[in-house]
């Protein structure tokens, strides 16, 4: 249980908690003495810090990545705190919950997951329902699931991003299809939570966030099929049609070749859950922008990396 | 009042009734004689006609775009039905509605345009009720509202086509507002009413559907913004911001500057009234193909020209 | 056996043979009397027939892509052959070779297969051997793979076109491994005969040539993912990091997104896979090309499909 | 009145003068006393100075974009002249006058706007004159269009730039129109007076130049056309195609949907007012790299951010 | 010399004149008799034929391309006059100007070559007026400069269309010179005299335009270097610097690599070449449409192919 | 003769060899004295090197891109070797080899140039011999060909990379060639040889490497094009649609408009030039990236510039 967090420090204290190390860099004083230039990380932040007189034969091992027992004083530097090492130690990697180190979505992936799980679970009997309890229920998928983030950057890019981004989905998804009837619903429902499902294993998350090499080589998308084509296979009778468009809604979420899909949406689920993806993928975006910047002066956020442009922000409320 | 529709007609058997002359070509026979190759039509489809011996002296004069009075034969040529025409003669446009002989809606337009009322009546009192009211009250801007079409083809190109594409985008909205409360409400659904508002003065529908040369000239963005302006000025005090917001709206409707917005939407509500507009247009376009080819063998449909693509046919129901 | 192929078929002589049915419309003279208007199909050609007064309860029934008997003669039609049928009737489908009703490779698709299972054992004993093995040795695969067609069009299109084209591409593969002795040679030619398998069931082949629903909606590209990644289930033991670069060649194999690799080629293997793939295609179309037109008059051929544009025919031989 | 311009101030010499304050930044000294870091502009450059021993309770306050007095004494700092400030108070806006502290033209802006307003005048009566007389002699958009930039940067980006610009273009269409003759002249002189009119609202230039939020929002297209629309509803009878023909010139002056204008150029006089502002801006920005890099040794200038290229410095004189 | 015009041919008369023969169709009537489908042009036009009762032993041999002396009867076909062929033979080659029978320029070559070469003459004594003199009084080039089309549709693409163009372009830049004196004149002079010059070899023109195969092999951009470089090398001490400039001009005057120029303009008069060169062409292919559609009902013209877009007719007088 | 090379140099030794100057900078040190700051280069790489205490009068003048004789001392600097400067004069360049001075080919210039020579010569006697041969054995063309790098950067940057690189590919074509046997052989081997033989103008690599004043004008295609004319025009009897193919195959080569080619590849050993040529570059490119990433940690090199990606390590040996 991490005693503080990198958000509540403050210049003049005394420190002693548990970090994670994002970077850790060795230079030269202009003394000659050696020292560390350390980023130090949790949920809450990240924080600059010095580990002066440092020298290989008597300072623990430590590396970025790894968590870390600190013992020091809070500086001021330059008008922003930085931490003054005393001491520091490895700490061991089962006593510690990524969630306390790495930034994290605000909600209980937990009570998440229990309420996504329960939506699937009120849909009528039959293969879309089986083949989404075989992978949510499934307990290696699911701890992944949890945890994902949605993204690298650019939206939802926290652990239990994905969780949360399907949830809004699947939530958006009903209020859709209460208003277009005609759309198969649970169909719809099924892509959503499946369509970013191989993000599980495109991306590293028990660290920095990081793309696998497998998932640099093959994507997300190809990485999905394969999930969803496994779990398919321990279902008997599956329809084959519906595996098609299955996959096909996979496939297609992107909308365009240039944007990673090679087909295009071809019946109205796919287009759907396309459109609603990408919506509710810019919204959060502009969301997180918005607060970012609420104390910025003037009319304008900064540019927003994923949206490419500045955003006026809100002014009456509506 | 029209006694008998296109849909209707059935091979040998008499016809009497009122058409639209969609077009009207002059031949000559292999005997010499001349003829007309008329193309009748109503608001349930068009048919082929014919008159023989056709001379200028001795049948009443009209021209494509004309209603007319047709006295014939139903005949069956090819394996359609054609009309022989013995009798024809122009018809006083103040007797006729243009919902008979034009595709229109299949929902009542007095119907739909007093809900869309009610629902902005419902808004808290400010300038956005005021100006949505100023519009939708204005009896000439409704009378026009009512009939437009919301596009020459593609999707709700029929009479009633816009009030239509709204209104379904106004109750996607809500929907839309309830799942993401942060959202401006009130100012999502006055962009929603104006964004396309330019369509009745882009279009023509009082016969068949054509661009006007003013529509051609600045296309329906700029005119909307023309008549959001002129109602605007003359509601007192209405806050400056707010005109430049929803003027930006109706913009960066289109999302994109190679699809004729001079601007991408900038804030979160121009997302969504971009986003929401493209999904209803696509899927209002994929629902007519289904409706259109659900008869037609194999799993595809036909080209749909909005989509550009074939479409896979619903299979089983969701 | 056929007795007669298309090429053969002279005006002003009796015709009694097999044929496929390429199309079958019934139409009405200018008697009213109906007819059949009918392209009929062998792998030497088509030629245009006609079944005068046609009626449905005397002729036997076929349809478009059925085998047909026909008896009767062959007249000249506007300085073309064009068959009078007298007589057709159906042929039993187990009776008939698929090679002799449409357009094939000109070499022997089983001297061709034996060739590659050849070179395939000639590789070191190891997982990629083991691999191509189990698919190239498996008989429902195989069967597919001596008859599918490289594409609809363009080039390679016709029975065994794969195989011709795979064959071409693993001997232009070695040669190119001599030039550049530090390329992998075994996974280059592994990746050149698994990049294209997907297509025995993106395309029907068994009639006419068409794209499957399945074959539309996921691509080759992802069907053959499917192909390779069920063969490896069954290898024990077969390297991960092997398996996502065969996967990753396969993926990257048309080399840009907007041609729908959703990933471009990212290590040398996969580049010249890409490169070799798209070399030989483009110089098949192009032979295709100078054959079809070389005694057309003037410098230039017509305008090829694949390269969309006209070629210069070869003049002096180099 | 200024004393003294930037482009005159040597190092070892007193200084006095006014300047605008483009930049001020607060900073930390090694020995850990605060000072204050600015850049000081005028019409003729700007300048880099210090103001040491910074305390918030003695220095007069003043922000960036407002205008000082400055007191002080210039040093070499490496190799640069830099002010050391002594003295610095804020100079009350009245007294000051734009034109000496931004960047401006050589030419006089009341000279250019009289020779303009000559220009219409000779035109003959009607419509176009009286729209054109009636922006040009309206005191208010007279005032703004005498100062703004043609762009933020780019070509003509400085105070009069606008008017600079327009002036060529008007000489040029006469010239022009003498050549094409059948071009309509006074539509060609219109389209050039209005097609950037909204840069006067677009932009903000009574400080650094910067976008006004409206203008961001909306773009000076858009902005442009509300304007001249408010000049004609003054105008009694104003002909109705001629404005939807004014309003086209002004939308369509970027030529292409890619560069934010919704319809293409659909007349001669449209073309023209596109080709000549795009002929004339680019010719200002290879005009303005030129003069900047001719004593740049080899032959080539630094790379054109409006041409986004490297120039060929004219050699011989033609 | 020619007797008798296209234009001036009236049903109901007897023709005798000599024509170019556009097309050639042999063909058989519904009695089995072969006739002849001609086109005949001339310069003011295309008219249809038939030669009935053709046989290859009686009737004199002639192909596309020839020019042929035609005895007959004009008629009308269906609303359009046709000449009934009673008598066709081969036209000498020699006796016969292709200006009769090509469309051309309604100016005279002659004169506008003259002033061509006046205007050269009048420019100061260097390499530059050295260079344009030994091309344009070069008796071979000179031939082909004076009848060459300036393109193959689109604009200008009659007999004379390339020295029409040269010469209006020389024109404009004289002015556009006058309006930037900075600019170098004679080497944008130059330029514009040489920027097409390849056209009179990539062109065929002395029957129907078509492109040389070596003109389709290598284009006009490179092929003018070509004719120029060959001049050049004949002007002892000839800059090499201003070589490189003119060879640049050529080079770049398409403006963008996508439009086959392999560089882009990189100074001023490169530049101002590829735009007045860019606007000549439109203004004249609008100039020609407004004209052909003079006559047509409504505020539109037909689909200009060189603008790709509809162009609204000039109505008020400017 | 080089003493000693750059990748030799350790710290805490004597220095005493020749380099030459990639950049020279004056600058202060913070005691207020001059200094230089110096990057000294040879074949085998870069080091940084520091005069201290420098004066204009007592330094003997040198610049960069002079050859140096330098005396000195390599210290440490922040963990790698720096040149503290004794002594340094200037050498003249008639005493020194470039290709000790310049990043050069690993092989031997001289015997791949006898080795392509003598390939050449093993032509059938006829043109293309005639004309390879005419410039291969030119001294002044065969010096240059021998010493131009293939490219600027990308691939091949290096003395000697033109030559490497054509090496490479005439033995691709050969075995290609082998493989298709109805292609052109000496065709094609001549395009390769010509292709880039531009290069050796459009780039100055007798010190650093540039671009050209007239290479920037005119770009390599268009000057090989000079090139190979000047050569045809020594040989009497030279083919008119032989030199046509060849000029096509040079202007082709970069496969598409927008990468510089104003025609696409019009004939098979015109496309095969273009795809050899495309591939060995990149093949190139990945080599040398993977040979500088060999040491790196994890999967990936990092960003390849001619590629525009990140690549995968070679894992297991193919």
Redesign the interface.
Known sequence: MKEKYVRDLRPDSQVRSTFLVQSKERK?ANSGAAYLDLTLQDTSGAISAKLWDYSERTTPAFEADDIVQVDGYVENY??APQVRVRKITLCPPEEVSLLDYLPRTRRDPEEMYAALLERVRRMAEGPIRALLLSILENPALAEKYKLAPAAMSYHHAFLGGLLEHVS?LV??AD??A???P???????IAGLVLHDIGKIEELCFTRGFRYS??G????H??MA??IV?AQIRKIPGF????K??L??II?SHHGK????????P????A??VH?LD??DS??EA??QQ?ALDQDRPG??TGRNPALK??????????
């Open positions: 030269t330059r008008g809004s939530a958006l209020r859709t209460d208003h277009y005609w759309l198969r619903r649970d169909l719809l090499t497998r640099q080589l093959l994507g998308i190809t099929l394969e084509q329809p084959d049609e519906l098609s468009e996959e096909h496939l070749l240039e944007f990673g899909s090679p087909k295009e071809l019946f109205a689920e287009l759907v459109y990408d919506l810019k919204l502009m969301r918005y009319d304008w442009r500045e955003l006026l922000k809100p002014r009456q409320k509506g």
